[in-house]
């Protein structure tokens, strides 16, 4: 194999690995994980801000099975079809975290969503939501939700339920507004520091989300979740492994000297590598990024956390296959005897079941 094609190669699997696509699907730009424009940034910044704390386990991290983007401004997120245990419509959860709407009257609540973003249009025989920002933002600032080819409803229907969720609860959409409400501008104007912060941090925040996928195809966390505490990015996640070895693949991609983020681990604060540390559960591994080419805190923290659960993981495993999530993956992200005990009490309780 040539020099050149090896390179080719490598930039094919990383590309692969922070979107979540099939290598066979090709590389389709020049960059495994383009850089967003500085308002596609900030739009993506706050999507990562509103589904990173999702409230129940999905079949991938924060509901994003795979990404795509050829364009600096524009991505699609190609959605999970559930959240957490009920199936309940991850779709639906991501209107509520995304689009805004006036709070009831006399509720005192914050306005939910992200001021200022609209449903574009409903495309692709209504698989494709199309979000766009009004304001300052400009109009080619876009992001693309598509479902998932097993889910039968479309967007229309999901929309369409939310909306009249909204209507009866005495909230008024505003995502087909065509002009900033008096209320979102408010909400914007309101901290005027924390909304500089979050200009500053947008570039993070949309290349973190750029290479969403890398914590489900490299790592073994059975859980992510990342927010923005005013401070930085904070990324918590959780494994099933007493030594929490797949951190260090995700480290690697994610300050990769070429395709990476403009960063390297400036603190570590992780023993679990080391031949004689203590083979236990419920300890942390710490790490602080740093820009490569000054002295300044690059705003990331990474925490890994070994799950206390320690053994039993029989709810996240049946939460996990509930929402569909990848037989393949769940083998590398929990430990063989919990899914084993897991599938034996399954087919007992189906037994007794099926007796009656």
């Not at 309940?88 to 209107?95: A, G, K, N, W």
């Not at 766009?132 to 479902?147: H, Q, W, Y």
């Not at 990342?226 to 797949?246: F, L, Q, S, V, Y």
């Not at 390297?264 to 602080?288: I, K, L, M």
């Amino acid at each position: 194999m040539s020099r050149h094609s090896s390179w080719d190669s490598r930039k094919l699997r990383y590309w692969a690995e922070c979107s979540g696509q099939p290598r066979r699907a090709g590389l389709p730009t020049g960059h495994p994980a383009p850089s967003a424009s500085p308002a596609q940034a900030l739009l993506e910044s706050h999507i990562l801000e509103q589904l990173g704390t999702s409230p129940g386990l999905c079949a991938h991290p924060f509901g994003i099975a795979a990404l795509s983007s050829s364009t600096r401004t524009s991505l699609t997120l190609h959605l999970d079809a559930y959240l957490g245990e009920g199936r309940y419509s991850f779709p639906e959860h991501c209107l509520r975290r995304l689009l805004p709407a006036v709070p009831a009257s006399g509720s005192n609540d914050d306005l939910p969503g992200i001021p200022g973003l609209r449903v574009g249009s409903i495309e692709g025989r209504s698989r494709e939501l199309r979000l766009r920002m009004v304001g300052d933002l400009g109009p080619d600032v876009e992001v693309v939700l598509a479902l998932p080819v097993g889910l039968a409803e479309d967007w229309k229907a999901v929309e369409r339920r939310y909306r009249h969720w909204c209507e009866s609860n005495g909230m008024r959409p505003l995502w087909a507004s065509p002009a900033i409400d008096p209320l979102e501008s408010a909400c914007l104007d309101a901290y005027p520091s924390l909304e500089n912060a979050r200009v500053r941090r947008s570039v993070v925040g949309s290349a973190l989300l750029r290479r969403i996928a890398l914590f489900h195809t490299v790592t073994a966390f059975y859980r992510v979740q990342c927010w923005e505490d005013g401070n930085g990015w904070k990324i918590d996640a959780r494994t099933a492994h007493p030594r929490a070895h797949w951190h260090d693949q995700l480290l690697q991609r994610l300050c990769h000297p070429r395709w990476g983020l403009p960063v390297n681990v400036s603190h570590r604060f992780c023993h679990c590598a080391e031949p004689n540390a203590p083979y236990q559960w419920g300890h942390t591994c710490s790490f602080y990024f740093g820009g490569r080419s000054t002295s300044e805190d690059v705003p990331i923290y990474l925490r890994v956390h070994a799950s206390p659960e320690g053994r039993d993981y029989a709810w996240q495993i049946k939460t996990l296959r509930e929402v569909g999530a990848p037989e393949g993956w769940m083998t590398r992200a929990l430990p063989q005897q919990a899914i084993q005990d897991h599938d034996q009490h399954f087919r007992t309780q189906l037994r007794r079941s099926s007796a009656r």
